[in-house]
């Protein structure tokens, strides 16, 4: 059974670089594409991105500018960066499946990490 | 202001019946993109509850069924239980966005 498992620091100064790894245990990367999505406290979830063993990315071009996705097979991991953080990136990370296939862009997420939370404060 | 629309909350009694909505546009649900749904356990992780309108993954109980008509799509609870109070969200692609988009959720409350 597949599980992820997300890391990385849970304080970033604003204007910085929010850094985050999904390690994925109990199954190989490839075949499927791999999300990251974040939810703010008290919020709504936002998908940020996708990412393929191949390194081909699709992200939300409301993040676009910001965000810079890479995997790691040989680690069995993948990971995000958001750079020029503010507060309103304030939120809980996750990383999931991607049940997209491509290229009919249908897809759903699951199973998911737990969820780090990070904080853009000084 | 989330691009799929859900109501803030719904509530039943034990053993009820009740229905989450999720409303889109043309560009979305209205575009025959599938709509996928994910129950959320407070201080959890989302878990897909139903994914392709209607499919339900393995381990999910047939209590929980999915339909979907137009622009629009809903979840079904039937014979309520204490363990469904969470929160819901509806899923799916849209085209002018040019992203997977989540409604803004709704959350379940077992009286």
């Known amino acids: 059974q597949v599980q992820l498992q997300e890391s990385g620091p849970g304080l970033v100064k604003p204007s910085g670089t929010l850094s985050l790894t999904c390690n994925v245990s109990?199954?190989?990367?490839?075949?499927?594409?791999w999300s990251w999505i974040r939810q703010p406290a008290g919020k709504g979830l936002e998908w940020i991105g996708r990412i393929y063993r191949t390194g081909d990315t699709n992200y939300n071009p409301s993040l676009k500018s910001r965000v810079a996705m890479s995997v790691d097979t040989s680690k069995n991991q993948f990971s995000l960066k958001l750079r020029s953080v503010t507060a309103a990136d304030t939120a809980i990370y996750f990383c999931?499946?991607?049940?997209?296939?491509?290229?009919?862009?249908?897809?759903?997420?699951?199973?998911w990490g737990q969820g780090i939370l990070v904080t853009v404060s000084s | 202001q989330s691009v799929l629309t859900q109501p803030p909350s719904v509530s039943g009694a034990p053993g009820q019946r009740v229905t989450i909505s999720c409303t889109g546009g043309?560009?979305?649900?209205?575009?025959?993109?599938?709509v996928h749904w994910y129950q959320q356990i407070p201080g959890t992780a989302p878990k897909l509850l139903i994914s392709?309108?209607?499919n339900r993954p393995s381990g999910v109980p047939d209590r929980f069924s999915g339909s979907k008509s137009g622009t629009s799509a809903s979840l079904a609870i039937t014979g309520l239980q204490a363990e469904d109070e969470a929160d819901y969200y509806c899923?799916?692609?849209?085209?002018?966005?040019?992203?997977?988009?989540f409604g803004g959720g709704t959350k379940l409350t077992v009286l």
């Open positions: 899923q799916s692609y849209d085209s002018y966005l040019s992203a997977s988009v």
């Open positions: 999931a499946r991607d049940e997209f296939t491509g290229p009919d862009p249908d897809n759903w997420f699951g199973p």
């Open positions: 392709g309108n209607s």
């Open positions: 043309s560009s979305n649900i209205g575009a025959a993109y599938d």
């Open positions: 109990g199954d190989s990367l490839t075949g499927y594409y």
